[in-house]
């Protein structure tokens, strides 16, 4: 089996730190208790690691291809496709309403993550169809959701975000595209836009793009763009896919990596003007993609979990196979699988650690957005909302840096043979490239986590999270076994670096902007990690305390706490670096004149 | 011009580093004084930006390929060879009696760089040749040495390392090629090898592979190895390629990168087996090896800060090109070229100070070999050979893992353009990979910095380099200017904590191998990240002693006050946590049971 589904860790985040109990008492997640995880769980795994990852590598030997304005998906991806809809993963968080499970995120991400594990070019294609679907329901007409949204929650259909174009990448203030209102209600679309992940395929009748454009007359700037939905096929009267809409592929891209996943650049309006419809009010757009664009942020976080996890396993099962020296302490006479080398295993213990601590915090923060959307009580609402917005840049950013590390590692462990394409391993650490930069570098995350969930509350959120942290650090102390106490350490100055980094952002962020987002990357994986670390000491001390009372599965536990305890001695004290570097390095970031780079 | 050699910085380092004066006066390098290293360097350069360095996206585009035995490789390296041969460019550091130019590594090693830098996957082809050339010199009969040293020299015919089998890579005792005595002299030669780096092309009309293989009868392991010659055609009585040898290229690589590098799969002895003749004495061929692979070592170093340095010239560009959003200080009125921004300046201060802090540590490593081979005195010369032996798995390891974190910022900073290959920047991102794990991993070199160059000495040397250290700590703390206060504070922490591990290591090697061996990348990387920062501090002290006294280029000058301090505040500022991860995070490295990954 090329991959096979973490779901015992994935359940035991769930239930253990994220609290599945809770989520379940929330209205409409009544019966999203831990069976239906469990069940859900289990039937994910079978189809992602029996279908999705047998095609992951095949993907990237036979990618998408483009030719007279036709994408032909990698063999296979079609049939796939077909199967993910007909099993109901399209509509797995989204509402009953229209033909959804209405799982709550905090299994759902679980879900994507084996989604992502399992084939993360495939993966791309329901995660934007996911955003579409997410700002339909926010900001589309009745009529709108009754026509666009059943079809592409059953998974027939499949959305696109369009808002790159040449000029206009972070900066979104730059758009250009145009929309001329046509007085029936439709606009016509006229621009180029590019990097439009699946923008055109095979696996669906219908794409429903998603555009961001400029009415004539909007004011300059983000204030000024609106949302259009562009069908790649007009709609006939029964609903039914009829004439050709003047949305075009004109090409795609050739990448490092995701080379399944085909990268549109996509030509509105060159035959008279593409027909699109408003979503929501005019010169909203921004507000509206911002929707769409949340939720792709934290699921790009999970594709960094996921990728990270099948490089994890891939690298460990060549390390049990590869024989090569003898161990370094003599306990075996001859030449032994690699992973007895010390360190290999520190590679191994890297990237299983990172995975793992990431993981507890995505599924942490999923079960606060749950309870953020369905608490009934409205300060918990707040809460969790305050709680949830801080992660998210975390999640996406964290998650994915850190699997640049452990791809990295997945190479180093195959040596040579990690560098020839054929053994797999090199996939990885090309795919994962990708998940740093779009919906946002790890910089916009940065300036997301400085500007408006630090400086905008003055660091309120950051330093309640300081002291749930110190109330696990209590709990630590309480417990005084030595991986406890290593953890307390690591764990205590980690939390001490991230609320200094939090006050020197709040101090200065508007006398020395520079100063501070000259940081603004270093914080961001400072906090990640924290927060990362946090999750696995609580881990740690469920695991102790179910061993302690013979409870659970021993050898499971067992690994949490060793894996709780590397992380907390190999990466929770890199904070303490990482403070120095914001706190007293700030100045040294923008000190070499422009000219002498 | 899509490389520039960075001509100034390595003079610099040559000049006020490494004491180039000095090396002019060891006897047979009286002419490499500094008029002699700007003009080989201003010539390299020519070369490299004009000829080589255009040829490195094509070579990734259209790379070796194989057909029917043979490789073609990319169009215009066959020319590019010749013109490399022609400028004599092979025998730069080669002794003047078999037509080398005899020049010092000090000077050599800056035209390794560029050349790496143009073009990494054909410098490859030179790199190889070096070795055997190194090989034949230390253990060549006069014969062998007159027959085959002034055509591989001369950049006529090229050499190759034929080490690794499909069992055997870092474990070189499992090396399984035979030897079989012919009675006449000669050998026949039969097993596989792969991974031999231009093991096939068609630049040259002879290659001259150096194999290792076991005669009949040697003892098991590696004292049981014999390095043999095997040219590609045996030679006519005149010295001319004649007859075809019995080595044949079953197959070419298909890899992450260096794709215009041709990686062999050899078949030797096929077809009733290849005609070789011993090198040096039976059974010593490991040792005659290792001569190849430091000298090896070395240059993959430099490759490391070769890649890096283009790396950053091409982000660098980028950033000044790309225009995309607002200065978060306002300086600017509208978008503005993204180098503007302080994470993008962060970026590419990252990349700066890591590439110039391992360009000065490998020159001055460069001039401790020259010392060790020329100095007419034999304490210096059994001094300089400690601490360049030091040096060389510091400027492998070191270097390489460096050059990972700077091509990854390299494509960071191109953004959603970064991913895309016609773009260039993920051609570094990937070829830069290979370097962490060819000529032993880092984790082999981590071994040798731990057993080899510390516990062998009882850590004799690595103290006698942290106490150079504090006499530079006393010259920054007499300075008293801000950067220099800025760079003592973080030198004499990073020096400390590399004195820390040491005694560690030293107190610890042989009782507690699995602890020290669990911590010994990390140890590596601590070493080179304090050494690296070590010559910058005293770069720094000479760039403002200069500016004192109103001496030199201000702008050089300046730049390299403020990238020093730099690299202090944010690179060195890393050694404290992997200090303490090293200390105290030894047994969770192989805590967790091995059938628990």
């Known amino acids: 089996m090329s991959y096979v589904a973490p779901v015992k860790d994935m359940l035991f985040c769930m239930q253990e730190l994220a609290d599945l109990e809770s989520v379940a008492k929330l209205p409409g997640f009544e019966d999203a208790g831990l069976e239906t995880a469990q069940a859900v769980l ?116 499949t959305g696109t975000m369009n808002l790159t174009e040449p000029q206009a990448g972070s900066d979104l203030a730059l758009v250009r595209t145009r929309a001329e209102p046509q007085g029936d209600g439709t606009y016509k679309i006229f621009g180029t836009k590019i990097f439009i992940t699946y923008g ?21 700037g983000v204030k ?72 792709a942020r934290y699921a790009v976080g999970m ?48 990237m299983r650690s990172l995975t793992e601590g990431c993981r507890a915090m995505a599924i942490t923060a999923a079960a606060a957005h749950d309870a953020q ?23 996406k950013g964290y998650s994915t840096e850190m699997s640049l590390e452990v791809t990295d590692l997945g190479v180093q462990v195959h040596g040579g043979m990690g560098f020839i394409e054929e053994t797999g391993a090199a996939q990885y650490y090309r795919d994962a490239k990708i998940l740093t930069i779009y919906e946002g570098t790890t910089a916009i995350q940065a300036n997301d986590l400085v500007g408006r969930k630090t ?62 987002f000259a940081g603004s990357v270093p914080y961001l994986m400072l906090a990640g990690n924290v927060v990362a670390g946090w999750q696995l000491a609580r881990a740690l001390l469920v695991a102790e305390a179910q061993l302690a009372k013979g409870e659970g599965d021993t050898a499971f536990l067992t690994a949490k706490v060793a894996t709780a305890r590397f992380y907390a001695e190999h990466i929770l004290t890199r904070a303490s670096s990482v403070r120095a570097a914001i706190l007293e390095g700030a100045d040294s970031v923008t000190a070499l004149a422009l000219d002498a780079f």
Chains 1, 2 share one sequence.
């Not at 006939?236 to 549109?264: F, M």
């Not at 090569?324 to 003599?330: A, E, I, T, Y």
């Not at 002291?467 to 709990?475: L, P, Y």
């Not at 630590?476 to 980690?494: D, N, V």
């Open 455 to 516: 400086m905008r509350d003055g660091g309120q959120t950051a330093k309640a999270i300081a002291k749930q942290i110190e109330v696990t650090e209590a709990a630590l102390a309480k417990s005084g076994t030595p991986a406890a106490q290593a953890m307390l350490k690591a764990l205590s100055a980690g939390r001490a670096a991230f609320v200094d980094v939090v006050d020197f952002v709040v101090a200065n962020g508007k006398t020395k902007p520079n100063a501070v």
């Open 303 to 350: 594709q960094g979990i996921a990728v990270a996890e099948r490089s994890y396993q891939k690298a460990v099962q060549y390390a049990r196979d590869r024989v090569q020296s003898r161990p370094v302490d003599g306990s075996l006479p001859g030449s032994a699988p690699i992973i007895h080398h010390p360190d290999v295993r520190r590679m191994l213990m890297t």
């Open 373 to 395: 959307h369905a608490s009934p009580d409205a300060d918990a609402r707040k809460q969790n909302q305050a709680f949830y917005e801080f992660m998210v840049p975390l999640v």
């Open 42 to 157: 289990e039937e994910c795994a079978k189809f992602n690691e029996g279908v999705l990852a047998p095609l992951n590598f095949e993907g990237d030997k036979n990618p998408s291809s483009w030719k007279d304005g036709k994408v032909t998906t990698t063999p296979g991806f079609k049939e796939a496709f077909k199967q993910f809809g007909e099993g109901g993963w399209q509509g797995l968080q989204h509402p009953a309403d229209f033909g959804g499970q209405g799982l709550p995120k905090t299994i759902g991400a679980a879900c994507i993550e084996m989604l992502n594990s399992a084939n993360v070019s495939f993966a791309l294609c329901p995660l934007l169809t996911d955003g579409a679907i997410e700002a339909l329901l926010t900001a589309g007409s009745p009529e709108q959701q009754q026509t666009y949204l059943p079809k592409m929650i059953s998974g027939e259909w």
């Open 224 to 295: 000024g763009i609106s949302l259009f939905l562009v069908p790649k096929f007009r709609l006939n009267a029964d609903g039914s896919p009829g004439e050709r809409n003047d949305a075009h592929c004109v090409s795609i891209e050739h990448k490092l990596g995701i080379k399944a996943s085909p990268t549109a650049v996509l030509q509105f309006g060159d035959h008279g003007g593409a027909i699109g419809e408003l979503i929501g009010e005019e010169n909203r757009g921004l507000e509206y993609m911002f929707i769409m664009m949340n939720a």
């Open 200 to 220: 055109e395929h095979d696996m669906a009748p219908n794409i429903i793009h998603l555009v961001l454009a400029r009415v004539a007359g909007a004011p300059e």
